[in-house]
């Protein structure tokens, strides 16, 4: 996945357009756009479904519900640490 950011008119930075990755018939990846931004919201583009796809298969990861790779319970969801 690729985010592509910009600055907007005070200087901070947004999202802009997300793109996924995919193989050409020549064994080139390329990004292909899924989401981008328009005036009030996201728009979905060509590659919106593989992106989902990614999306669901990173919430249903091992990793995801506090397991690590080799199976043994971690304790803690991805994405929390120690205060």
Do not use: Q
């Not at 690729?2 to 600055?7: G, S």
């Not at 990614?54 to 990793?63: K, T, W």
């Amino acid at each position: 996945m690729v985010l592509h950011l910009v600055r907007d008119g005070s200087g901070r930075r947004r999202i802009d357009e997300v793109h996924v990755l995919e193989r050409d018939p020549t064994g080139l990846v390329r990004t292909v756009p899924a989401l981008r931004w328009e005036a009030a919201a996201f728009v979905r583009e060509r590659g919106w479904e593989r992106l989902r796809e990614l999306l669901r298969e990173g919430a249903n990861s091992p990793e995801e519900k506090g397991i690590s790779r080799d199976g043994t319970k971690t304790g803690r969801r991805r994405g929390e640490h120690d205060e």
